[in-house]
């Protein structure tokens, strides 16, 4: 596994690959990896010819007050996992960003909800970074986890949208043994805040339970689900649309139920399908 | 020459070239074409295996009141003018964008002054569809004429910052006979607004012709310059840094003088380099 820092020399890299038609998948992170990450390594690996990693705590998608600056690294581990996952070039850079970068990338509509609504500018920081990212690492495809939803919707629409000859995967969340979906930020919480933050997703697997026996309607959904949220602040609690993210009355389609909210001063988010029968 | 009209297969057929190493070079176009879009073709022609040229008058960057619906169109002439400077695919989409387009690509600072102050929203427009036509042509190098200086100035921001593996390259602006820039809009001007016209030219050739005699002092020179300007209303007349487009008090290094000024219901842009000896 080589390890790069320069992103010119990755895009040179790249560009040399592409152009004996060589296949590029990508997992890009912000590193602390876990076996959620390396389920989108695992997933990419058999699927293209050079497999790349990259790892940037990504300024731009945090807000003022967030937890930039205590985000958790471990530079060492990562290596070791991406080695272990077959990884072909682990980008590492220490800043991403040209002198002066002025552009920004964003999606509208999609990312008026949800966290977009919480974290002003947060999807535009996701969105740039991914576009110059793709721009370095010029992947044929690459994947996205499935935990961050909202995410990867506004990664697929603005990867349409811009033409961006990547095809997104996106991969099944993953979760511990006591449900809890895997989060780099799950090292932040005390034993008994993991015992809280399980209620995360009890709550939604209480609500796909309830869909399952019948019930389709979504003010009463929303309604079991926060009486069974053991946490210190709701963010959001919310059934979906699948593809618009737009709020539903009645769970009579595919549906997605999303929560986010802190544990502590952690914040957790988790979704999942809901599948009227 | 080929002729297509699908944004995919347009796409489809650069990564093939792509994989197999072909360089793409590109000139973007609303169409219309005059000498001095052949003068972009000729540039790029002998570097590149293979030359695309779009035209698509793009909805994004047309401001409310502006002439979108009325901008010249000649497709048959347009065509022939590609053939004869020995174009290899012509892309003309009727429609560019995707169902629900909803990402914007955005360059802040460069794009506060000049044309970016007085057509809001223009240059995100312009910068969302070079964006999405890169990612369906794939161009290794593109070019853009300098007589619209802001908006290349903007393209080479959004290039750097997001990484895009394209050259970008400033052609020279042309004129015709007369001194004016060539223009698309010149159509709609009368043989009298043809003359008041050329008072954009001849206005900035007084300035650059003031500072080889001496002259370093901004507001002299822009006074100078409007003297001379004969034309219906001045949009703006300004000095400014050739890289950052900040205006300058005195032309002690290389500086870009323009103009954008209406003549009748037509706005008129040019520009010069001015260089103290």
Known sequence: ???????????????????????????PTMGFL??????????????????????YVNPLQFCPGEDLDEYPRDPEG??????????????????????????????????DGLCGARRPGHFDGVTTVVSRLFGLVQPTLAVFGEKDYQQL????????????????????????????????????????????????????????AAV???????????????????VDRIDYLEIVDPDSLQPMD?????ARALVAAFVGQTRLIDNVALCPA
Do not use: W
């Not at 989108?40 to 990693?53: A, F, G, K, N």
């Not at 996992?81 to 002066?100: I, K, R």
């Not at 399952?212 to 053991?230: C, I």
């Open 1 to 27: 596994m080589h390890i790069m820092a320069d992103p010119h020399a990755v895009q040179l890299d790249a560009l040399k690959r592409r152009a004996r038609a060589e296949s590029i998948g990508f997992v």
């Open 34 to 55: 876990h076996s959620g990450h390396r389920s989108l390594m695992d997933l990419v690996r058999p699927r293209c010819d050079h497999l790349v990693v990259s790892i």
């Open 78 to 111: 990562d290596a070791e996992l991406c080695s272990g996952a077959g990884v072909d070039l682990l980008f590492m850079p220490e800043t991403l960003y040209e002198p002066g970068h002025a552009s920004t990338v964003s999606v509208s509509g999609l990312t």
């Open 153 to 208: 919707a506004v990664i697929r629409r603005m990867t349409r949208d811009l033409a961006l000859p990547v095809e997104i995967i996106g991969a099944p969340l993953v979760r511990d043994t006591d449900g809890l979906a895997l989060s780099s930020r799950n090292k932040y919480l005390s034993a008994d805040q993991r015992i809280q933050a399980q209620s995360l997703s009890q709550t939604l697997f209480a609500i796909q």
């Open 212 to 230: 399952a026996a019948g019930n389709r309607d979504v003010r009463a959904l929303l309604a079991l689900g926060r009486t069974s949220l053991n």
């Open 250 to 254: 009645r769970v009579d389609r595919p």
